[in-house]
Structure formats: C-alpha cells, structure tokens
C-alpha cells in the first residue's frame, strides 16, 4: 500500500518568497493533517482536514499560510512571504477516521530553508 | 506550561541495557496516549498506543498513570537499531495529536 506521498522534499527559497508544498495521503483516509517541525521539536499542527473542511486551522499563521484540500483527497499548504523563522520540516499525516482517528500515517516532510 | 514535557537526553545506553523514559502531560481531560519513534531526518512512526492496565509489545512496555499525569516506555535488551527520538503523544477528544518534543535515545555497542 503507498504511503503519503509529498513534494517536494527539499526547498531552499528566498525570505518574502512564495511557496507550497503538496501532500497525496493514503487512499481512503478521510483527515489530513499539516504539521511544522521545527529542529529539536516535536510535530506541532499547522491545521486538520476532515475531507475538505478544514476542522481545525486555530495553529495556522493565516495572515502568511494557507492550505486548501479541493475534493477531499490531494491538499497543498502555502506560505507567501515566506520568512526566516518558517524553516522547519513540513509533515503531512492522514488517518482514517472513526475509531482509527487517532492513528497517524506521516509523509516524509518537505524540508524549507528561507535564506 | 507546555502541554506534553519530555526529558531530551540524550540517553545514551549499552546494548542490552535496560531504559525508561517518562513523559508528563498538563491537561487532566486528555483521552489517548501514544509514543512514537523518529529516526534522525525521516517521519514519525506509531511505536505503541499506551492503555490505563499497561501494555507490552515485544520488549517494550508502556504504562499510563492518570492520576499522575505521565506516561512511561522501557525497553528491555536495547538493541542498536532502538535508537531514535521517542516522541510522547497525547490527544484530547477528537483534537489532531500533541506532540512531546521527544527524548533522544543511543545505543552503544
């Protein structure tokens, strides 16, 4: 069975420069999740998706980040401008729901460098 | 206050030897426990739920003190391929995860 699949894995941009990262989960899982991991840091959530509502978004930076999952499946994140402190690991996660909510299934994370 | 604390380590252990890691959580209301492993530069992978009567998987062993609030793991004749980072989970209902920032394990040969 595929995995959650990101993109892209590595960015290295400019400060004040757009960008966006992309998440596929795992067929039929309902939540999708975007988190920032920061060096030496757990996980923290950006925001959760049940299908294409976002349910939860009270973590996200809204006035740089944004995220959007049309049709319920694929979900891209976005930060414009980009700025120093937005380096980290960017993990996308899905779940299927109901009892297996809380079981998480992690992609490999979109590692962001602002210069 | 954070909501999930976790000693960082790093621990650093002979193989064989036996570890434990705690992990204390702040808020009373919390549901569902878990640890996690991450390797150095991958994702975080579901090691093991955590459950009131305690639960073994293996060599690993995790306990759950409500009254205490914390959560432990031990691992018993630590292997090499044990080290990691050990990431404390916790949910509250229905919220996304609550991560720990996760305590460093080595093992040495």
Known sequence: EAGVVQSPRYKIIEKKQPVAFWCNPISGHNTLYWYRQNLGQGPELLIRYENEEAVDDSQLPKDRFSAERLKGVDSTLKIQPAELGDSAVYLCASSPGGRALNEQFFGPGTRLTVL | ??????????????????????????????????WYRQDCRKEPKLLMSVYSSGNEDGRFTAQLNRASQYISLLIRDSKL?????????????????????GTRLQVQP
């Open chain 2, 1 to 34: 206050r954070k909501e999930v604390e976790q000693d960082p380590g790093p621990f650093n252990v002979p193989e064989g030897a036996t570890v434990a890691f705690n992990c204390t959580y702040s808020n009373s209301a919390s549901q569902s426990f878990f």
């Open chain 2, 81 to 101: 391929s044990d080290s990691a980072t050990y990431l404390c989970v916790v949910t509250t209902g229905r919220r996304a995860l609550t991560f720990g920032s």
